[in-house]
């Protein structure tokens, strides 16, 4: 074993760290002492944070102006923000370009409950309530303290569980979260993400925003300079539909270009999910489930969503560069991230 430091978001502010890893590695996750947050890191540098305890407002206020948005006479979220600044955890924040930009954003000011990369429904219902785990409200994610880390010369990862809590106190579902951090290359970054969700009550279901609007895989993104959102999906007529999404600008503190893209898994229920975006918030998300539907988490019958997200340099990759990319990720041959926590 030996020490390294790792630089990262604490307090709303920047920090060094000191923890314990294994030498050799090349790929690390370390759980910092104090605030119990994992840190994926390569060489050293950090690549993001999953904060698995409880983040309040007092410890990550984001600081930036608010990005320009519309108000409406009906939405609730943005003309009354205030009761949406609910302490948080099981999200991933920040998550950084090549270059150590910051591309997640975390507590806005006009949507106080958007917090980097987080899987959540608008609408959660048991029996006949509704929750609404995306703005925190009623049901709520929390950590159960079984957790594993994995370090590696490829990747590390954490795998974490969740239940998620009906009115703070019963719970309803158990959730696994699967975080892999792969080593950077020409290319630039993958990291994947699984979830498994297993109901422990009867008559729970999940759904988007009036089931056609927002919901599941949410990403809020840093607004950068000459942002640029693009969306692909193949037509229903071609055999091997993929779908993808990129996000991409001038991010603070970069020198250069750089985005994320978002890739689709074709196995999930109701592949390809519809892209839902939101440019004056940049966002944009693949949206589950299929529109019009509410998806039934029943006891002993998980369900898994996968995607994988890639982090590039430079402005919005070519189409040919994001096919392989979506075809090596969906390849029947391909080393996908497997659960090792018991349901």
Request: contains cysteine.
């Amino acid at each position: 074993m030996r020490k390294s430091l790792y630089f990262i978001l604490l307090s709303g502010m920047v920090a060094w760290v000191s923890c314990e890893v294994n030498s050799g590695t090349t790929m690390q996750a370390v759980r910092d002492p104090e605030s119990g947050q994992v840190i994926l890191s390569d060489k050293a540098k950090p690549v993001l944070q999953y904060n698995y305890q409880t983040v309040a407002e007092r410890d990550a206020m984001d600081t930036l102006p608010a990005n320009k948005y519309i108000v409406t006479a009906t939405d609730t979220f943005m003309a009354n923000p205030s009761i949406y600044a609910v302490p948080r955890s099981n999200y991933i924040h920040p998550v950084y370009g090549l270059e150590g930009e910051m591309l997640t954003r975390d507590w806005s000011r006009d949507h106080p409950h958007h917090r980097g990369i987080y899987w959540a429904w608008p609408e959660v219902e048991f029996g006949s309530k509704r929750g609404d785990l995306h703005a925190l409200q009623i049901v709520f994610a929390r950590p159960t303290g079984a957790i594993e880390l994995t370090d590696g010369k490829e990747y590390s990862q954490v795998e974490a569980e969740n239940l998620w809590m009906w009115g703070d106190t019963t719970p309803i579902v158990r959730e696994v979260a699967l975080i892999r951090a792969y080593r950077a290359t020409s290319r630039g970054r993958i990291i994947d993400l699984v979830f498994r969700f297993v109901a422990l009550k009867d008559s729970v279901t999940i759904a988007r925003r009036e089931t056609s609007l927002y919901g599941g895989l949410s990403i809020r993104m840093q607004t950068p300079q000459e942002q640029e959102i693009s969306t692909f999906t193949d037509t229903s007529d071609v055999a091997t539909r993929r779908a993808w999404s990129d996000l991409s600008g001038l991010f603070a503190r970069a020198e250069t270009k750089s985005g994320m893209t978002v890739l689709q898994y074709r196995n999930n229920p109701d592949y390809p999910d519809a892209w839902i975006q939101y440019p004056e918030l940049s966002w944009c998300q693949p949206a589950f489930p299929a529109t019009g539907t509410r998806y039934k988490l029943a006891p002993g019958e998980p369900l898994v969503l996968r995607y994988r997200l890639f982090i590039h340099s430079g402005a919005k990759p070519d189409q040919k560069v994001v096919s392989k990319l979506w075809d090596e990720f969906n390849s029947g041959s391909a080393q996908l991230p497997q659960f090792t926590l018991k349901p």
